[in-house]
Antibody, heavy 120, light 106 residues
């Protein structure tokens, strides 16, 4: 079955960078769009970014545009999120999620999440 | 940005009873709405998509309805494992989530 495993979270100082990874298995990774979503106690669930199956399209939430970069390596079945110029408000649990089959754009599988804490 | 409003914030229901959760969007999202269940320490789990289609493996006691701006998730006979937080999400215009409804044991 579909498995998504995030890694790379941790404690980082404001202004620094961090790269998250999401290892995918159980499906043909190279044929699905993938998302990053984050969750905080205060703001709830917030969509962060999406990348198309072939890397041709990438879109970001306004809150991270220009600071975060989504990428993928289909040969390694891995999704990435490069986070630069981190701020305290980026503190959250970050999930990767798989776009559903077919025409519907919902998210049909999620990883277990990785915690990012931005603090001095 | 499409705003999502879930109500109530907390719902107290006894096992075996019916639970009805509501989600309202600030503009029409057609039927492009999903419901997710989240338990403490776990990732969200897809329950319903396209407003009324149950995801694979989801029990028939879960049902979704609505279109446009008003949506409902109904759990017909609550089981102990159903007590969790429920989120709605629209995917008609980018992606936004509601703030969640916590379903607790009465």
């Amino acid at each position: 079955q579909v498995q998504l495993v995030e890694s790379g979270g941790g404690v980082v100082q404001p202004g620094r960078s961090l790269r998250l990874s999401c290892a995918a298995s159980g499906f043909t990774f190279s044929t699905y769009g993938m998302h990053w979503v984050r969750q905080t106690a205060g703001k709830g669930l917030e969509w962060v970014a999406i990348i198309s199956y072939d890397v041709s399209h990438k879109y970001y939430a306004d809150s991270v545009k220009g600071r975060f970069t989504i990428s993928r390596d289909n040969s390694k079945n891995t999704l990435y999120l490069e986070m630069n110029s981190l701020r305290a408000e980026d503190t959250a649990v970050y999930y990767c999620a798989k776009r559903a089959d077919g025409a519907s754009n919902h998210f049909d599988s999620w990883g277990q999440g990785t915690l990012v804490t931005v603090s001095s | 940005e499409i705003m999502m409003t879930q109500s109530p914030a907390t719902l107290s229901v006894s096992p075996g009873e019916r639970a009805t959760l509501s989600c309202r969007t600030s503009q029409s999202v057609s039927s492009n709405l999903a419901w997710y269940q989240q338990k403490p320490g776990q990732a969200p789990r897809l329950l319903i998509y396209d407003a009324s289609t149950r995801a694979t493996g989801i029990p028939a006691r879960f049902s979704g309805s609505g279109s446009g701006t008003e949506f409902t998730l109904t759990i017909s006979s609550l089981q102990s494992e159903d007590f969790a937080v429920y989120y709605c999400q629209q995917y008609n215009n980018w992606y936004t989530f509601g703030q969640g409804t916590k379903l607790e044991i009465k």
